[in-house]
């Protein structure tokens, strides 16, 4: 069954510090996601993905943040410089264009911010 | 602000019987509703979408729209412990968005 793969898996890092999160959506899908789960929280959204440019983001989505698809199966979150509230874990998503709003999640990467 | 509201639970359940859990939106244009489940650590994973009032069965789970009350729920018979979980319910709201959001989650314990 087609994945969403996320890379790492487990990413530690000192404040300050840039960090890139990767994930390779599923082939045939054409948006891609990125929302956040902090420890014991609810799912957040940060990002959608379509046609090579940012369609929506939230609130979260400061320029701290950035989303890059720099091939044709990458795409990636850099925070620039990670405060210690970054610390969540990451999950990427992707849904194919019949059902732009189902969608597949990776496994994760969880971001600990020291 | 749109909200997904729901009963973080937990929700125990004795093995073989139903497990209900609720969800409430707050905009009443809404038209799409998920529900995903997510296990300790893991990402969450879709078992149903509905889309229109009335009920939806797929297996051992069925999920309720009630859109003038703005509530949907899901079912799920004959419970599980492999059941154990956080059900995450999503809703696509109106104006135009195609971005789910998500409630908090009820956490599920289905005890032998």
């Known amino acids: 069954e087609p994945e969403v793969t996320q890379t790492p898996s487990h990413q530690v890092t000192q404040m300050g510090q840039e960090v890139i999160l990767r994930c390779v959506p599923i082939?045939?899908?054409?948006?891609f996601y990125w929302y956040r789960q902090i420890l014991g929280q609810k799912v957040e959204f940060l990002v959608s993905?379509?046609?090579?440019?940012?369609?929506?983001k939230s609130e979260i989505f400061d320029d701290q943040f950035s989303v890059e698809r720099p091939d044709g199966s990458n795409f990636t979150l850099k925070i620039r410089s990670t405060k210690l509230e970054d610390s969540a874990m990451y999950f990427c998503?992707?849904?194919?264009?019949?059902?732009?709003?189902?969608?597949?999640f990776g496994a994760g990467s969880r971001l600990t911010v020291l | 602000q749109k909200e997904v509201e729901q009963n973080s639970g937990p929700l125990s359940v004795p093995e073989g019987a139903i497990a209900s859990l609720n969800c409430t939106y707050s905009?009443?244009?809404?038209?799409?509703f998920f529900w995903y489940r997510q296990y300790s650590g893991k990402s969450p994973e879709l078992i149903m979408s509905?889309?229109?009032?009335g009920d939806k069965e797929d297996g051992r789970f069925t999920a309720q729209l009630n859109k003038a009350s703005q509530y949907v729920s899901l079912l799920i018979r004959d419970s599980q412990p492999s059941d154990s979980a956080t059900y995450l319910c999503?809703?696509?709201?109106?104006?135009?968005?195609?971005?789910?959001?998500f409630g908090r989650g009820t956490s599920l314990i289905v005890h032998p």
């Open positions: 998503a992707s849904s194919e264009p019949a059902g732009a709003n189902v969608l597949t």
């Open positions: 082939s045939n899908h054409l948006y």
């Open positions: 993905f379509y046609n090579n440019e940012i369609s929506e």
């Open positions: 905009d009443r244009g809404s038209q799409s």
């Open positions: 509905i889309y229109s009032n």
């Open positions: 999503a809703v696509l709201a109106s104006g135009g968005s195609y971005i789910p959001t």
